[in-house]
């Protein structure tokens, strides 16, 4: 194993994380935006009220999304197992 497959490998997984996370991490920033704004409006500053949302929003798009988060992480982990032979094997 070579130290450019080694690099080539870390790269792909940090990527397909940054891919998966992505909509989770974005549905919660926009949600917490809206909550901070409503929050400034009104002048209530209670934590729960930003928290719960947020974790809302994660698992709506957790259950929306999560047939192609499937598909993604499944093609990844089929590449890293079908090419273990050529990692080894170097």
Do not use: C, D, H
Request: glycine fraction near 6%; charged fraction near 5%.
């Amino acid at each position: 194993m070579t130290e450019a497959l080694v690099v080539s490998i870390m790269i792909e997984a940090m990527r397909m994380a940054t891919l998966l996370s992505a909509p989770m991490l974005i549905g919660a920033l926009v949600v917490g935006l809206l909550v901070s704004i409503f929050q400034a409006v009104t002048q209530i500053q209670e934590q729960t009220l930003a928290i719960i949302p947020k974790m809302g929003a994660m698992i709506a798009v957790l259950a929306i999304l999560f047939p192609w988060f499937l598909s993604q992480a499944t093609t990844y982990m089929s590449g890293i197992f079908t090419n273990i032979p050529r990692y080894i094997g170097g």
